[in-house]
């Protein structure tokens, strides 16, 4: 796509964009509907189905960038949306449900298991902080023993969250006892079948996936054309772009009253991320998070900083609002604009 002109690859963008929105809406449905049909819960049906298919360009571009052994660009790619993700729930706060009265998302969407869920990201970002550290030469069969604790990690967190959605020692299995709840919402699962609802999703992960790639490629090209450097277009427009499927998805949710599923497909979806290193390790035979840089690593810091912000949100639920969101995600705004400016300074 470099050869084309800067106004083809703007409306390629914009035209990838759409799809993955108009995507990313109906992966939602769907995805509801299988929550209630194979009693997943709106936290591990998040972390698991919706996170995973959200997150189809992330695995598109990781593995084709450890196919061809430039692993700068799978570490980038991961590693640079994941505080950009986190700021998703500070747009699903804004826009989600607004009113007089309304509540902010941490409020609404109180539950032991999306604290559970955010801990489990902070965990995972800090092995990926202590393995970039790690020299070359580790690995065994191709695996190396950051990237195996990194999976490891993941799936003790989906034990966890499963055991924490059936029983767990608080108020009401998890839940604060005025937080929103699915059965406030509609019943997803009286609207459509599960047949039609695997196949809308099915359908939608595949338009979310080539719609994903396509706009990495053209807004690669795009930012070459206007001289924007690797580092600040992956943390920001790579980033923004691969985050649509998020914010279409957590926005409908949002709509159809499940608030935890919005806020459990971006923790989600942050704590499979790295587990993609496994993948780009074992294609490429190579210890991968050696080859982060600095940038990397402080965007994996801010992300971690992010997800605690919330955390202790959904612990205190604030009540109080400020230009239209909680306090949690206002200061996750103001932290991510301070840090996007220290990258600044970092990449110059």
Do not use: C
């Not at 084309?4 to 509801?32: E, H, N, R």
């Not at 998302?105 to 999306?114: D, G, N, V």
């Not at 801990?119 to 550290?133: E, N, R």
């Not at 499963?162 to 009401?172: D, K």
Request: no cysteine; charged share 10%.
């Amino acid at each position: 796509m470099n050869s084309l002109p800067l106004f083809l690859l703007v409306v390629i963008f914009a035209a990838a964009a759409g799809v993955v929105w108009i995507a990313g809406i109906q992966l939602s449905k769907a995805t509801d509907v299988l929550d209630a049909r194979l009693h997943l819960g709106s936290a591990l049906g998040g972390l698991i189905v919706l996170a995973v298919a959200t997150n189809l360009p992330e695995i598109a571009i990781t593995v084709s960038a450890a196919v061809s052994g430039n692993l700068e660009v799978a570490v980038g790619n991961i590693l640079g949306g994941i505080a950009l993700q986190t700021v998703v729930l500070v747009i699903l706060d804004a826009f989600g449900r607004r009113g007089h009265g309304v509540k902010p998302l941490t409020y609404r969407a109180a539950s032991l298991a999306l604290v559970l869920e955010g801990i489990i990201v902070v965990a995972v970002l800090a092995v990926v902080i202590a393995g970039s550290q790690l020299p070359d030469g580790l690995d065994v069969l191709r695996v190396t023993p950051d990237v195996a604790l990194i999976a490891g990690l993941w799936v003790v967190g989906l034990i966890l969250v499963q055991r924490a959605g059936s029983h767990l020692p608080w108020h009401q299995d998890g839940r604060a006892p005025d937080a929103s709840s699915k059965a406030q919402a509609k019943d997803p699962s009286r609207a459509m079948s599960t047949k039609r609802a695997a196949l809308i999703f099915s359908a939608s992960a595949l338009a979310t996936l080539v719609a994903g790639v396509v706009l990495e490629r053209a807004g690669e090209a795009a930012s070459s054309q206007i001289g924007l450097s690797g580092v600040l277009f992956g943390a920001t427009v790579l980033a923004l772009a691969t985050s649509l499927p998020e914010i279409s998805t957590g926005l409908q949710a949002i709509r159809q009253g499940d608030d935890n599923l919005a806020i459990s497909d971006i923790f989600g979806g942050n704590a499979f991320l790295p587990v993609l290193f496994l993948v780009a390790t074992v294609i490429s035979g190579t210890a991968v998070l050696p080859s982060a840089n600095a940038s990397d690593i402080y965007l994996t810091a801010l992300a971690a900083l992010l997800t605690l912000v919330y955390v202790v949100g959904l612990i205190f639920r604030p009540q109080r609002r400020i230009a239209g969101m909680g306090i949690d995600s206002f200061i996750v705004l103001a932290l991510y604009v301070v840090g996007i400016a220290g990258l600044f300074s970092i990449s110059s």
